[in-house]
């Protein structure tokens, strides 16, 4: 891959947060991150991201779903994947992340080389776009 992703992840665990960056930092990978959905949106609409790694369970009445919500509803967005990272995995929840698009639902805890083949399969797919489009 000669193109450099762009990853925003949000999580309101720091701990987390440092986890996954260590983990996807490659050199060629753009890696920000926010501890909260509010703090998410305003990072994804100064920079867009290509792959958005959420956790639902924020904190406040705009959690990670309400996030997805927002950027997928958002033109700019339009090719954002989006995957989930939670302690949570209820059937409902689930369900919502299907409908909103979410490419991939991963819950806690989680194997860092499952998360690692997981963001290379959906670089693979966004170069493979941008070829097709070129």
């Known amino acids: 891959?000669?193109?450099?992703?762009?990853i925003l992840i949000v999580d309101d665990d720091r701990d987390l947060r440092n986890l996954v960056r260590l983990s996807l930092e490659n050199g060629r990978r753009v890696i920000r991150e926010a501890s909260t959905a509010l703090?998410?949106?305003r990072c994804a609409n100064e920079v867009p991201p290509d792959i958005l790694l959420l956790d639902i369970g924020l904190p406040g009445q705009f959690n990670?779903?309400?996030?997805?919500?927002s950027l997928c509803k958002d033109p700019r967005h339009h090719a954002l994947r989006v995957v989930v990272i939670s302690g949570h995995g209820e059937?409902?929840?689930?369900?919502?992340?299907k409908?909103?698009?979410?490419?991939?639902?991963?819950v806690k805890p989680f194997s860092q080389t499952r998360l690692v083949t997981?963001?290379?399969?959906?670089?693979?797919?966004i170069h493979e776009m941008v070829t097709i489009v070129s």
């Open 39 to 41: 703090d998410g949106l």
């Open 118 to 125: 997981l963001i290379d399969q959906l670089e693979n797919q």
């Open 1 to 6: 891959m000669t193109t450099n992703s762009k």
């Open 99 to 106: 409908r909103l698009g979410v490419v991939a639902y991963i």
């Open 64 to 69: 990670g779903f309400s996030l997805c919500e």
């Open 91 to 97: 059937a409902e929840d689930l369900e919502q992340a």
